[in-house]
């Protein structure tokens, strides 16, 4: 199957555990694709990563991702000393918060990178690399990202199948056909039909502050991920031990939730900018190429939006190659450009600003639909 290919580097090794779930073989007549699926994109697909493979694009630049993580710990350091030789006065202590939130938020792409396997060609070498960034850098747990992740790459934008999207109905609701589902079956959490307004002070600033917070903590303990929590536990010992000596108590709490809510504004709006305004529905079967496309978007690529995004701006290309080290996506991009052209599919690319205005748009669009629905007779 195409996801299994995409998610695994080490096909052999994995292949080990198949054997157990083979029951049988297809009969002679029976079609060996699903008719949901589209056969000759498929082929067209198969054949297009063969030729992936063969240009070496899932093969790692190490040296961009040590200069990655180099940039990283040196502005983790500098935030540090700000503080220590400028002293904690206001324009110190601003200073410093946006320094840590670069850095914190540069080290949630490199760990996004390093649970895709896409860093080092040796599976460990990803694993171990993963939980010094996501869980000493960052204070969270790498099983607990990889979990939720791998969910959503498998069905992106599929409801109660893709985490990401398990803000509808509770929070929001998204995608059209639910807006208009929850209107007819009369249900209101929330006041949808503002929800392109509070949208600005609770998810963005929020996610990790509040939710992200507990449930890292939450699901690394209940599935006793002991290695993680250990990790996790050395970031806010070396956190409370560092800031705790220059900041009083108050003023470190502030400096923790701030630097918090500003690193959580920039993932959140990076991140949902490729999806929420995409199609939401229920998984309907499709190939893993329409399934993809489907539910993903790109935006225009510059130096900036590469560095500030961690080039999730390629993010059709990311959805179908997620082993892929970022640094290749531009050069497969065209190939892939060329196969949607062929099939009829749309290549979604717009604008860093559009793709931030589309979110509001569509949670608007979305809210004005359900009003609608909820509101007829």
């Known amino acids: 199957q195409d996801a299994f290919i995409a998610f695994h580097v080490d096909k052999l090794l994995v292949g080990k555990y198949l054997k157990p779930l083979q029951i049988g073989e297809l009969a002679p007549d029976q079609p060996s694709i699903e008719p949901t699926k589209n056969e000759k994109l498929v082929k067209d697909f198969r054949e297009l990563r063969a030729t992936v493979e063969k240009m070496g694009l899932l093969e790692p630049n190490q040296l961009f991702f040590f200069l990655h993580l180099a940039h990283i710990l040196l502005l983790d350091t500098a935030a540090w000393l700000i503080l220590f030789y400028f002293g904690t006065s206001l324009m110190p202590f601003i200073a410093s918060l946006v320094v840590l939130t670069i850095s914190q938020v540069q080290a949630s792409w490199l760990q996004h990178d390093l649970g895709h396997l896409s860093v080092f060609r040796k599976t460990k070498w990803n694993h171990l690399l993963h939980k010094f960034v996501m869980c000493h850098l960052i204070g969270a747990s790498a099983k607990w990202w990889n979990l939720l992740h791998s969910q959503h790459h498998a069905k992106p934008n599929c409801f109660q199948k893709d985490p990401d999207i398990d803000m509808h109905p509770f929070l929001f609701t998204l995608g059209k056909k639910f807006s208009v589902e929850l209107g007819i079956k009369k249900k209101k959490y929330m006041p949808y039909n503002h929800q392109h307004k509070y ?30 929590l250990a990790w996790m536990l050395t970031f806010y010992i070396r956190f409370f031990f560092t800031y705790g000596s220059l900041l009083e108590i108050k003023s470190l709490l502030a400096y923790y939730f701030i630097f918090r809510m500003l690193e959580s504004s920039w993932f959140v709006w990076v991140s949902q900018m490729n999806h929420i305004p995409m199609d939401i529905y229920y998984d309907k079967n499709l190939d893993w190429m329409s399934t993809q496309l489907q539910a993903t978007c790109n935006v225009e690529q510059s130096l900036f939006n590469d560095w500030f995004t961690g080039h999730l701006n390629f993010q059709i290309e990311h959805h179908l190659f997620p082993t892929m080290p970022r640094h290749n996506y531009w050069k497969v991009a065209p190939l892939v450009k060329s196969l949607c052209a062929k099939h009829g599919l749309e290549y979604q690319c717009k604008p860093l600003l559009t793709a931030f205005a589309d979110i509001v748009h569509s949670l608007k669009n979305s809210g004005e639909l359900w009003l609608d629905a909820y509101l007829h007779k």
């Open 199 to 228: 949208f600005f002070i609770t998810l963005p600033p929020l996610l990790f502050p509040t939710y992200f917070h507990y449930h890292t903590f939450y699901i690394a303990y209940t599935k006793r991920y002991w290695a993680d």
